[in-house]
């Protein structure tokens, strides 16, 4: 018996609707603070040229770049990579570059 594809490998990651987020991650203070509305998940996608950090709260949410000695929550996004995440009880994402000021897409959905 050939098992199905989606038992071997989940579901394939499906937008839910339109609400499609562009932030732009600056470089400066504790980053760009958004409230997102609620989904499964998201994916999130590092369209700029420098890494993005970011990290997810249910407030407002400072997010720094660690730095040797100083660790900090968030998690490393190297440019033109994507992941999918989100915790639950997520309202806010925090992001911040590490140069400059860089696109980053959050699109909300299910699947992988």
Known sequence: MIPNQADLFGYAFAPSGANSYC????ST?????TQIVYSKQYLFNNR????????FGTA?????????????NGICLPP??????????TTHVGIISASGTQTVYLTPGEGE
């Open 23 to 26: 932030i732009s991650a600056v």
């Open 80 to 89: 033109g990579t994507q992941t999918f995440t989100l915790p639950l009880g």
């Open 60 to 72: 407002s949410v400072p997010v720094v770049i660690p730095t040797s000695g100083t660790p900090a």
């Open 48 to 55: 700029g040229t420098a890494d993005v950090f970011f990290a």
């Open 29 to 33: 203070g504790t980053g760009t603070d």
